[in-house]
């Protein structure tokens, strides 16, 4: 086959080039392709730096020459003083290197080349400075090399990330001999939107004659659960003259790739999140489930390099003693970029303060990378405060001594947050080193299986966030480090079996794996095999009615709370209903309890219908009693005062008086509950009081 690679940033061949993980994972990939004896091209922007490229590698300067110019309608709610459309003139030339087997095409133009340093345009460009475009014009330039240079042959190209690739798939849709593959390198908020102007006329200079979908419908949801959103980094609202990015890569490519099943699993429904019931009622989910039959895991893994070191050969003392730590107790290490929402580290460094604090005696190696420092004067205060126990830096630093750091440590903490992790390449790191993990049971990390049960586990979870400052994830983070610590000290046989079972799951990642996953699904689509529904996917989202009968399982339609979909497997006796009803329960699915006691009367017994009936009372001041024993959290949502879905609401907790049962005013009539439940599922509530 002819792969080509296609994405903003292509430089892991060459560290000093690396701007993002995306960077690496291609090159990595890449080379394994080829190695397989595939050709693979890869097509990226020179960005500004063709005369750093020369002075390394063997540049051949190919004759072609697109002159051109870009035409960029502007929405006039972001773009103030601007013209209508913008003109960029293009003169795009094209370059090679050929390493390690791979053809490596650089694009070069006056956009292109500009932000030589950071390659990506700040976000605050936007509405401010027309670079903000360059990601725009790569899309272009790209489809009209991929046409020019390679003409009529057949090639497969896998794009990453659908923010910058968005337009290619429909644009090569009509094209039979260019197969498009879509990769979802992040989770970007999946009903995330662009200015439909500005698609309409790309596509149409690029020939492209593909109807954009009609403006959504109005949305009847709640305010306050639109308003929340924000707070959760899942969802934006956007005005009627904006489309779906994501529906122009799912619906017209001929393939959707994502780097873990849980992944995968997570942006198909958003299942336990806040963002879940608000997902069901956008045509986004539409759009996700017609497309379900094009998902597959291609994967991701762990380099080469990481994994052919020996952690025999780090030194703890001398690692650990040259950060001013002891080397003889219990050492916690955490890696990644300094990104407080993502990553949980506002948390991280509150619980590592609360054990210190409370006389803990353990070590922590704490890397926030940033290349401005960091700005939070917390972390340098709870530094300051432990020094000799806590190592804190943000320096970028050679990758042998970042593999130092994470060899010389007993466990890794990684407690990310609002599901933003599609694989977590650091946490594998630090687990094929023998690190044992405490981190987030986020869908895109469980591959790791940190979150098991006793006999398979390679560590220990605290619940999903979605939460600022969350104090549910400070106190578990705090209380897992303790029984981590008293592991290590009292049965440090059983650590060194967690060590072992981490060390081996990560280091089955590898790029071979990767490949493997890849070329299998790849191959199918070069021979021309349509792409089918796996049944499983279709059960673990409740997607029914795409299953035969025979498909359909009554453990699927309980864990849905779908009772036409049991019905469709078995009677729905009162076993079945009281099965149904306790299941809804358990996950705070309230409707679901009610259509089951509606259903079948007699079935539920009363003491779990009065705990449905009165789970919300008024006290003697008039004050609402809320009860429910699994929830960890209840708050109170208010719609902002100012209407608008960009508007925040206001937010509450309900103060907890009892295990389960929580106090505070009366909400209004358009507040919300959002519970946050012993699981880590957070949902909504609507239920009022008397």
């Given at each position: 086959?002819?792969?080509?690679?296609?994405?903003?940033?292509?430089?892991?061949?060459?560290?000093?080039?690396?701007?993002?993980?995306?960077?690496?994972?291609?090159?990595?990939?890449?080379?394994?392709?080829?190695?397989?004896?595939?050709?693979?091209?890869?097509?990226?922007?020179?960005?500004?730096?063709?005369?750093?490229?020369?002075?390394?590698?063997?540049?051949?300067?190919?004759?072609?020459?697109?002159?051109?110019?870009?035409?960029?309608?502007?929405?006039?709610?972001?773009?103030?003083?601007?013209?209508?459309?913008?003109?960029?003139?293009?003169?795009?030339?094209?370059?090679?290197?050929?390493?390690?087997?791979?053809?490596?095409?650089?694009?070069a133009d006056e956009w292109l080349d500009r932000l030589p340093d950071t390659f990506y345009p700040p976000y605050d460009s936007k509405g401010r400075d027309l670079v903000f475009f360059k990601?725009?014009?790569?899309?272009?330039?790209?489809?009209?090399?991929?046409?020019?240079?390679?003409?009529?042959?057949?090639?497969?190209?896998?794009?990453?990330?659908?923010?910058?690739?968005?337009?290619?798939?429909?644009?090569?849709?009509?094209?039979?001999?260019?197969?498009?593959?879509?990769?979802?390198?992040?989770?970007?908020?999946?009903?995330?939107?662009?200015?439909?102007?500005?698609?309409?006329?790309?596509?149409?200079?690029?020939?492209?004659?593909?109807?954009?979908?009609?403006?959504?419908?109005?949305?009847?949801?709640?305010?306050?659960?639109?308003?929340?959103?924000?707070?959760?980094?899942?969802?934006?609202?956007?005005?009627?003259?904006?489309?779906?990015?994501?529906?122009?890569?799912?619906?017209?490519?001929?393939?959707?790739?994502?780097?873990?099943?849980?992944?995968?699993?997570?942006?198909?429904?958003?299942?336990?999140?806040?963002?879940?019931?608000?997902?069901?009622r956008l045509p986004i989910a539409d759009v996700v489930r017609r497309n379900a039959h094009k998902m597959f895991v291609g994967g991701c893994a762990i380099s080469d390099q990481w994994?052919?070191?020996?952690?025999?050969?780090?030194?703890?003392?001398?690692?650990?003693?040259?950060?001013?730590?002891?080397?003889?107790?219990?050492?916690?290490?955490?890696?990644?970029?300094?990104?407080?929402?993502?990553?949980?580290?506002?948390?991280?460094?509150?619980?590592?303060?609360?054990?210190?604090?409370?006389?803990?005696?353990?070590?922590?190696?704490?890397?926030?990378?940033?290349?401005?420092?960091?700005?939070?004067?917390?972390?340098?205060?709870?530094?300051?405060?432990?020094?000799?126990?806590?190592?804190?830096?943000?320096?970028?630093?050679?990758?042998?001594?970042?593999?130092?750091?994470?060899?010389?440590?007993?466990?890794?903490?990684?407690?990310?947050?609002?599901?933003?992790?599609?694989?977590?390449?650091?946490?594998?790191?630090?687990?094929?080193?023998?690190?044992?993990?405490?981190?987030?049971?986020?869908?895109?990390?469980?591959?790791?299986?940190?979150?098991?049960?006793?006999?398979?586990?390679?560590?220990?979870?605290?619940?999903?966030?979605?939460?600022?400052?969350?104090?549910?994830?400070?106190?578990?983070?705090?209380?897992?480090?303790?029984?981590?610590?008293?592991?290590?000290?009292?049965?440090?046989?059983?650590?060194?079996?967690?060590?072992?079972?981490?060390?081996?799951?990560?280091?089955?990642?590898?790029?071979?794996?990767?490949?493997?996953?890849?070329?299998?699904?790849?191959?199918?689509?070069?021979?021309?095999?349509?792409?089918?529904?796996?049944?499983?996917?279709?059960?673990?989202?409740?997607?029914?009615?795409?299953?035969?009968?025979?498909?359909?399982?009554?453990?699927?339609?309980?864990?849905?709370?779908?009772?036409?979909?049991?019905?469709?497997?078995?009677?729905?006796?009162?076993?079945?209903?009281?099965?149904?009803?306790?299941?809804?329960?358990?996950?705070?699915?309230?409707?679901?309890?009610?259509?089951?006691?509606?259903?079948?009367?007699?079935?539920?017994?009363?003491?779990?219908?009065?705990?449905?009936?009165?789970?919300?009372?008024?006290?003697?001041?008039?004050?609402?009693?809320?009860?429910?024993?699994?929830?960890?959290?209840?708050?109170?949502?208010?719609?902002?005062?100012?209407?608008?879905?960009?508007?925040?609401?206001?937010?509450?907790?309900?103060?907890?008086?009892?295990?389960?049962?929580?106090?505070?005013?009366?909400?209004?009539?358009?507040?919300?509950?959002?519970?946050?439940?012993?699981?880590?599922?957070?949902?909504?509530?609507?239920?009022?009081?008397?």
């Amino acid at each position: 086959m002819h792969i080509i690679e296609t994405y903003f940033e292509c430089c892991g061949f060459d560290h000093t080039f690396i701007q993002g993980g995306t960077s690496v994972y291609l090159w990595n990939l890449s080379r394994t392709f080829a190695a397989r004896g595939h050709r693979v091209s890869i097509v990226t922007p020179a960005h500004g730096r063709l005369d750093d490229l020369r002075a390394r590698y063997e540049v051949e300067d190919l004759p072609y020459e697109d002159v051109h110019t870009l035409p960029v309608p502007l929405d006039p709610e972001v773009w103030h003083g601007f013209p209508a459309q913008a003109e960029l003139p293009l003169r795009t030339t094209a370059h090679r290197i050929r390493l390690d087997g791979v053809d490596l095409y650089f694009l070069a133009d006056e956009w292109l080349d500009r932000l030589p340093d950071t390659f990506y345009p700040p976000y605050d460009s936007k509405g401010r400075d027309l670079v903000f475009f360059k990601p725009l014009v790569f899309q272009v330039d790209a489809v009209r090399f991929l046409r020019s240079w390679f003409g009529d042959e057949k090639a497969l190209v896998h794009a990453h990330e659908p923010y910058y690739h968005y337009l290619l798939p429909a644009a090569l849709r009509d094209d039979p001999t260019k197969l498009v593959v879509s990769n979802v390198q992040s989770n970007m908020p999946v009903a995330k939107k662009v200015y439909a102007p500005e698609v309409t006329a790309l596509l149409g200079l690029l020939g492209a004659d593909v109807p954009l979908p009609e403006p959504d419908p109005p949305l009847t949801a709640p305010p306050a659960m639109v308003q929340y959103q924000q707070r959760t980094h899942l969802h934006y609202t956007y005005g009627p003259d904006h489309v779906a990015l994501y529906e122009l890569t799912a619906e017209h490519a001929d393939l959707i790739d994502f780097l873990s099943a849980g992944q995968l699993d997570f942006y198909a429904s958003f299942r336990d999140t806040p963002f879940e019931a608000l997902f069901a009622r956008l045509p986004i989910a539409d759009v996700v489930r017609r497309n379900a039959h094009k998902m597959f895991v291609g994967g991701c893994a762990i380099s080469d390099q990481w994994l052919a070191w020996d952690p025999a050969d780090v030194d703890r003392a001398e690692v650990l003693g040259s950060l001013g730590l002891d080397p003889a107790l219990p050492t916690f290490f955490h890696n990644a970029r300094y990104a407080v929402h993502h990553k949980g580290q506002v948390e991280l460094v509150r619980a590592i303060d609360r054990v210190l604090n409370a006389g803990l005696a353990a070590n922590f190696v704490v890397r926030c990378i940033s290349g401005s420092g960091i700005d939070d004067p917390l972390f340098h205060e709870i530094a300051a405060r432990h020094k000799g126990r806590l190592h804190l830096e943000w320096e970028r630093v050679p990758e042998r001594q970042v593999f130092g750091y994470a060899a010389a440590s007993d466990f890794c903490l990684f407690p990310s947050k609002f599901e933003m992790d599609t694989f977590l390449i650091a946490q594998g790191e630090a687990m094929a080193v023998g690190a044992v993990p405490i981190a987030t049971d986020q869908r895109g990390m469980e591959h790791f299986r940190h979150a098991d049960g006793p006999r398979t586990t390679t560590g220990f979870a605290v619940n999903r966030s979605f939460a600022e400052d969350d104090e549910l994830l400070v106190a578990a983070l705090a209380a897992r480090i303790d029984e981590a610590v008293a592991l290590w000290h009292e049965r440090h046989d059983a650590y060194r079996e967690l060590a072992r079972r981490s060390a081996e799951v990560a280091r089955a990642f590898t790029w071979g794996h990767c490949a493997d996953l890849h070329l299998a699904a790849f191959e199918r689509l070069w021979r021309g095999e349509p792409a089918r529904l796996d049944p499983q996917l279709a059960l673990r989202h409740g997607w029914f009615d795409l299953l035969a009968d025979g498909e359909v399982t009554t453990e699927a339609a309980v864990a849905h709370g779908d009772l036409d979909a049991y019905e469709r497997c078995a009677p729905l006796d009162d076993a079945a209903a009281r099965r149904m009803f306790g299941a809804a329960w358990a996950r705070a699915d309230f409707t679901t309890c009610a259509r089951v006691v509606e259903r079948r009367p007699g079935a539920v017994d009363e003491d779990a219908l009065r705990l449905l009936r009165e789970r919300a009372t008024s006290g003697p001041d008039g004050a609402l009693v809320y009860h429910l024993p699994h929830a960890a959290r209840v708050e109170v949502v208010s719609p902002a005062a100012q209407p608008g879905a960009r508007a925040l609401p206001g937010v509450r907790p309900l103060r907890r008086t009892a295990a389960g049962t929580f106090t505070g005013p009366a909400p209004d009539p358009e507040d919300l509950l959002l519970l946050t439940l012993d699981s880590g599922r957070v949902t909504w509530d609507e239920v009022r009081h008397g």
